[in-house]
């Protein structure tokens, strides 16, 4: 009973302790004690120390109230991506953007942030005008905004113009350049098909995602400009498109095969349509990667985990994640002119792709 008595004391010592306690145990005003704890400016790392020691002691937590009306932020920025009506939400049909989520939250979480995040239709934000209501309510303090497909950003002259912080990932245009966190697809592309030609592969096969993804077009130049310049001129009939999903890329590679045979060679747009050829290809009596090498993209779960393993272009997506959420509390904190973050990829070669001298 007297453990019960003491505990309840402490909480409600615990509840009763204020700014003012904290500050007063500092030694300093009111005002340099909630500047300290909101990472303020005009406070020394020494007074800082000494506010957050007295702080700790005293089991001060600060109401996130107080602490949005002290400082004029809501703590809370918008993670919001942008699919198209009539193409799967990828982010339930694969583990792409998961790194990449965990890397926003990454950086959130340590800088006292927490996330609003939405799946919205390209059509949706256009008839409810979503982006910039949201940068108007008050109920956050910026966004990172993943605009998949070709649509036209008729958000973004409004949010420049009442200054709104936001940056995009991977963007097919943006008016400030320091606000883009760009993957660099094309180089991406390049690499694998460059990869497969150095092995001997002539006869090319490409499986790419939809036709208005902006992902999907840049890689699709980077397989046919990279072929051109080695003098290989791709047959159009050894190229098909899907969705991103394992389902679609098994389809397109049943349709590759019944127009024209099996390619010496295929990059897959991702991981998850190169798993599907695998499985359509296996299914007409095709190995790999002895018949048909398989270089796919993104090193998402999928790829290490299909025998073969999968070959593929690695682009650094967690840490992509913490420069976007990094960069919007830069502009949040009033920076400006800042460069653009471009992602450089890398090439992964596993079983489904090895050098024809160790087959």
């Given at each position: 009973?007297?453990?019960?008595?003491?505990r309840?004391?402490?909480?409600?010592?615990?509840?009763?302790?204020?700014l003012?306690?904290?500050?007063?145990?500092?030694?300093?005003?009111?005002?340099?004690?909630?500047?300290?704890?909101?990472?303020?400016?005009?406070?020394?790392?020494e007074?800082?120390?000494?506010?957050l020691?007295?702080?700790?002691?005293?089991?001060?937590?600060?109401s996130?109230?107080?602490?949005?009306?002290?400082?004029?932020?809501?703590?809370?920025?918008?993670?919001?991506?942008?699919?198209?009506?009539?193409?799967?939400?990828?982010?339930g049909?694969?583990?792409?953007?998961?790194?990449?989520?965990?890397?926003?939250?990454n950086?959130?979480?340590?800088?006292?942030?927490?996330?609003?995040?939405?799946?919205?239709?390209?059509?949706?934000?256009?008839?409810?005008?979503?982006?910039?209501?949201?940068?108007?309510?008050?109920?956050?303090?910026?966004?990172?905004?993943?605009?998949?497909?070709?649509?036209?950003?008729?958000?973004l002259?409004?949010?420049?113009?009442?200054?709104?912080?936001?940056?995009?990932?991977?963007?097919?245009?943006?008016?400030?350049?320091?606000?883009?966190?760009?993957?660099d697809?094309?180089?991406?592309?390049?690499?694998?098909?460059?990869?497969?030609?150095?092995?001997?592969?002539t006869?090319?096969?490409?499986?790419?995602?939809?036709?208005?993804?902006?992902?999907?077009?840049?890689?699709?130049?980077?397989f046919?400009?990279?072929?051109?310049?080695?003098?290989?001129?791709?047959?159009?009939?050894?190229?098909?498109?899907?969705?991103?999903?394992?389902?679609?890329?098994?389809?397109?590679?049943?349709?590759?095969?019944?127009?024209?045979?099996?390619?010496?060679?295929?990059?897959?747009?991702?991981?998850?349509?190169?798993?599907?050829?695998?499985?359509?290809?296996?299914?007409?009596?095709?190995?790999?990667?002895?018949?048909?090498?398989?270089?796919?993209?993104?090193?998402?779960?999928?790829?290490?985990?299909?025998?073969?393993?999968l070959?593929?272009?690695?682009?650094?997506?967690y840490?992509?994640?913490?420069?976007a959420?990094?960069?919007?509390?830069?502009?949040?904190?009033?920076?400006?002119?800042?460069?653009?973050?471009?992602?450089?990829?890398?090439?992964?070669?596993?079983?489904?792709?090895?050098?024809?001298?160790?087959?």
């Open positions: 009973m007297n453990t019960d008595v003491t309840l004391n402490n909480n409600e010592a615990f509840m009763k302790t204020t003012k306690d904290v500050a007063a145990l500092a030694g300093g005003s009111l005002a340099t004690a909630s500047l300290a704890l909101n990472n303020g400016k005009g406070v020394s790392a007074t800082r120390q000494r506010v020691a007295a702080a700790r002691k005293l089991n001060y937590v600060q996130s109230i107080g602490r949005n009306l002290i400082t004029g932020r809501s703590y809370t920025v918008g993670l919001y991506i942008l699919n198209a009506q009539n193409n799967p939400d990828l982010t049909e694969c583990a792409y953007f998961y790194p990449l989520l965990r890397g926003v939250w950086v959130a979480e340590k800088e006292g942030y927490s996330l609003n995040f939405a799946v919205k239709l390209w059509e949706e934000i256009e008839q409810s005008n979503f982006i910039i209501q949201k940068a108007l309510d008050q109920s956050i303090d910026g966004m990172i905004i993943i605009p998949q497909y070709t649509y036209y950003y008729s958000f002259q409004e949010l420049e113009r009442i200054g709104f912080p936001y940056v995009l990932i991977n963007p097919v245009t943006c008016l400030d350049r320091g606000k883009s966190i760009t993957l697809n094309y180089l991406g592309a390049s690499l694998a098909t460059q990869y497969l030609i150095d092995q001997g592969v006869r090319l096969g490409f499986i790419n995602g939809p036709p208005n993804h902006h992902d999907a077009i840049v890689r699709e130049r980077g046919i400009e990279t072929a051109a310049r080695a003098g290989i001129k791709v047959d159009r009939e050894l190229i098909e498109y899907g969705d991103f999903t394992t389902r679609s890329g098994y389809q397109a590679m049943n349709k590759i095969l019944e127009r024209e045979g099996a390619p010496e060679g295929l990059f897959c747009a991702n991981d998850y349509m190169a798993t599907g050829a695998m499985h359509a290809l296996y299914n007409h009596g095709y190995r790999v990667p002895q018949d048909v090498a398989i270089i796919g993209y993104d090193d998402t779960d999928v790829a290490s985990s299909v025998y073969p393993q070959s593929t272009v690695r682009n650094p997506t840490e992509i994640g913490q420069a959420m990094q960069r919007l509390l830069a502009y949040i904190q009033g920076e400006t002119g800042l460069p653009e973050i471009v992602f450089k990829p890398e090439l992964i070669i596993r079983e489904s792709c090895r050098k024809k001298d160790s087959q």
